[in-house]
């Protein structure tokens, strides 16, 4: 049984990694003045392709860096900054903007650690509604890898069929693969008429609860395995690309009205309800709950995995840690453009209002 993230928190020997000051962060970012492009995955060439792929490969070989207890690689302090503040960056107002900066991280380390210098890619699911296996994204050459193989899902082909992941859900170490269990019942909230209904919300606490509760699922859970798990999710690569389609969602529900809101943000600082993706409408991740209850063989879901048992998720619904919310800097439970974002040491906190545009600061992008 996975122990509560929250009372592991307080634990492991942590406080190097915590902010350590109460006051605001200030800006330290240069100003953008070359944006990275952002593309579809099917847009970029095949030499663009295998590129970003040899990047993400050098992420999980280069040796970690920021003084994270156990993590070996920066692959790894990613995946534990994704981790340990789970239940602050999901089901929060702050979703959007955390995930945007964790991109915008991402990209950086691709850049300055390992040279990389091509668009940034993003998965455009919508496309691949109905038939998620034929994707070009699970290409076996010029992709990630197919569908698991086996009772366990393990990956099995592909750049990343070697990859071993290091972090547990209660931040323990033991290696384990990279599983998929592809399937379209899941990916089906990504068609084009639910991307429709999240882009004609008027306010950003609608837009953040349509696009967490619908297409955030979508990409998740059809890709299942290790995607579906709230917590270990960032392992497998395909999450960037995933999120990276959250964020062109996010950012094209701006350009409707950039005068608004470029500044418009809001929400609960800490989730109301627990649970991780199952489990209905937002802030709660499948809406409607695409999956069947019981016999999940039909959807490709993981042994064992049933949406009608008690969340598998920890940590979500307990006591806010206060070695998180003190250091939001709102003045309440309120999301604001102060609030601080936080990456456990791998790049430097900034705030919400630092990347509501994506053409400036540390996101720096422009998507064609």
Same mark, same amino acid.
């Not at 122990?3 to 915590?18: D, N, Q």
């Not at 990047?55 to 990613?78: F, H, N, Q, R, V």
């Not at 709950?289 to 042994?303: K, Q, R, Y």
């Given at each position: 049984?996975?122990?509560?993230?929250?009372?592991?928190?307080?634990?492991?020997?942590?406080?190097?990694?915590?902010?350590?000051? /109460?006051?605001?962060?200030?800006?330290?970012?240069?100003?953008?003045?070359?944006?990275?492009?952002?593309?579809?995955?099917?847009?970029?060439?095949?030499?663009? /392709?295998?590129?970003?792929? !040899?990047?993400?490969?050098?992420?999980?070989?280069?040796?970690? !860096?920021?003084?994270?207890?156990?993590?070996?690689?920066?692959?790894?302090?990613?995946?534990?900054?994704?981790?340990?503040?789970? &239940?602050?960056?999901?089901?929060?107002?702050?979703?959007?903007?955390?995930?945007?900066?964790?991109?915008?991280?991402?990209?950086?380390?691709?850049?300055?650690?390992?040279?990389?210098?091509?668009?940034?890619?993003?998965?455009?699911?919508?496309?691949?509604?109905?038939?998620? /296996?034929?994707?070009?994204?699970?290409?076996?050459?010029?992709?990630?890898?197919?569908?698991?193989?086996? @009772?366990?899902?393990? $990956?099995?082909?592909?750049?990343?069929?070697?990859? @071993?992941?290091?972090?547990?859900?209660?931040?323990?170490?033991?290696?384990?693969?990279?599983?998929?269990?592809?399937?379209?019942?899941?990916?089906?909230?990504? @068609?084009?008429?639910?991307? +429709?209904?999240?882009?004609?919300?008027?306010?950003?606490?609608?837009?953040?609860?349509?696009?967490?509760?619908?297409?955030?699922? @979508?990409?998740?859970?059809?890709?299942?395995?290790?995607?579906?798990?709230?917590?270990?999710?960032?392992?497998?690569?395909?999450?960037?690309?995933?999120?990276?389609?959250? +964020? !062109?969602?996010?950012?094209?529900?701006?350009?409707?009205?950039?005068?608004?809101?470029?500044?418009?943000?809001?929400?609960?600082?800490?989730?109301?309800?627990?649970?991780?993706?199952? =489990?209905?409408? &937002?802030?709660?991740?499948?809406?409607?709950?695409?999956?069947?209850?019981?016999?999940?063989?039909?959807?490709?879901?993981?042994?064992?995995?049933?949406?009608?048992?008690?969340?598998?998720?920890? =940590?979500?619904?307990?006591? &806010?840690? &206060?070695?998180?919310?003190?250091?939001?800097?709102?003045?309440?439970? $309120?999301?604001?453009?102060?609030?601080?974002?936080?990456?456990?040491?791998?790049?430097?906190?900034?705030?919400?209002?630092?990347?509501?545009?994506?053409?400036?600061?540390?996101?720096?992008?422009?998507?064609?």
């Amino acid at each position: 049984m996975f122990a509560p993230v929250l009372f592991v928190l307080g634990a492991l020997p942590l406080i190097s990694c915590l902010p350590s000051v /109460k006051v605001p962060y200030q800006r330290r970012i240069d100003e953008c003045t070359v944006p990275i492009q952002r593309k579809s995955w099917t847009a970029l060439t095949s030499e663009e /392709k295998l590129g970003y792929l !040899k990047a993400d490969l050098c992420l999980m070989s280069t040796p970690a !860096k920021s003084g994270i207890p156990g993590a070996d690689t920066l692959w790894d302090e990613l995946q534990y900054a994704h981790i340990i503040q789970v &239940p602050y960056v999901h089901f929060v107002g702050a979703f959007l903007p955390f995930h945007r900066y964790f991109l915008a991280i991402h990209a950086h380390l691709l850049q300055t650690e390992c040279n990389y210098e091509g668009p940034i890619p993003y998965w455009n699911e919508t496309v691949d509604v109905g038939d998620i /296996k034929a994707s070009a994204i699970f290409d076996v050459e010029y992709g990630f890898g197919g569908n698991g193989t086996g @009772a366990s899902g393990c $990956i099995s082909d592909g750049p990343f069929a070697d990859l @071993a992941l290091h972090f547990n859900e209660d931040l323990n170490t033991t290696d384990y693969c990279v599983t998929r269990f592809l399937n379209d019942r899941a990916l089906s909230s990504a @068609a084009q008429e639910r991307i +429709d209904a999240c882009m004609a919300m008027g306010a950003y606490t609608e837009i953040w609860n349509c696009l967490e509760g619908g297409p955030h699922g @979508a990409g998740h859970g059809g890709v299942a395995g290790t995607m579906i798990n709230l917590y270990l999710s960032p392992g497998d690569p395909i999450f960037y690309l995933h999120h990276g389609f959250l +964020d !062109k969602l996010w950012w094209d529900w701006q350009t409707l009205d950039l005068e608004t809101r470029l500044t418009e943000i809001g929400g609960n600082n800490t989730a109301s309800r627990g649970g991780g993706f199952p =489990g209905g409408g &937002p802030p709660g991740g499948f809406p409607g709950n695409p999956f069947a209850p019981g016999d999940n063989s039909s959807v490709g879901l993981p042994p064992g995995f049933n949406f009608s048992a008690p969340s598998p998720f920890p =940590g979500m619904g307990g006591d &806010p840690d &206060p070695a998180f919310t003190d250091y939001f800097f709102d003045g309440g439970n $309120i999301t604001t453009l102060n609030h601080t974002l936080w990456s456990g040491g791998i790049f430097q906190n900034i705030t919400i209002g630092d990347v509501m545009d994506p053409r400036s600061g540390l996101v720096c992008a422009e998507y064609v």
